[in-house]
Nanobody, 125 residues
Framework: VQLQASGGGLVQPGGSLRLSCTAS???????VGWFRQAPGKEREFVAA????????YYSKSMKGRFTISRDNAGNTVYLQMTSVEPEDTAIYYC????????????????????WGQGTLVTVSS
């Protein structure tokens, strides 16, 4: 499966942005996660969705501001970002894991089978 993240750009603090993770095949059999990496920092878990959106998980700092969702066709997973802050500036990556991974696995990037190339989000006035 090939993944492509898109939708990044420049957004003002307090604004909103929707990122997309589009796959070359259906994602219905994959758990999908979003991670981000800011300059000089390690990769950080953002959000994840189990197959068929059975469950979703969020980083504490983003819960309530970000929402992960899937489209009905099953090829795209979204990350809706609201009330963004300058600290949200980073390259955002999406990844996919086949099967039914543990929540801890979904929140750790090392076990993901596939990754997109990343999309840059810059929060600045």
């Amino acid at each position: 499966v090939q993944l492509q993240a898109s939708g990044g750009g420049l957004v003002q603090p307090g604004g909103s942005l929707r990122l997309s993770c589009t796959a070359s095949a259906t994602l219905s059999n994959y758990a999908v996660g979003w991670f981000r990496q800011a300059p000089g920092k390690e990769r950080e878990f953002v959000a994840a969705s189990r197959r068929n959106s059975a469950s979703t998980y969020y980083s504490k700092s983003m819960k309530g501001r970000f929402t992960i969702s899937r489209d009905n066709a099953g090829n795209t997973v979204y990350l809706q970002m609201t009330s963004v802050e300058p600290e949200d500036t980073a390259i955002y990556y999406c990844g996919a894991i086949a099967g039914h991974p543990l929540m801890s696995t979904m929140m750790t990037g090392d076990k993901y089978h596939y990754w997109g190339q990343g999309t840059l989000v810059t929060v600045s006035s």
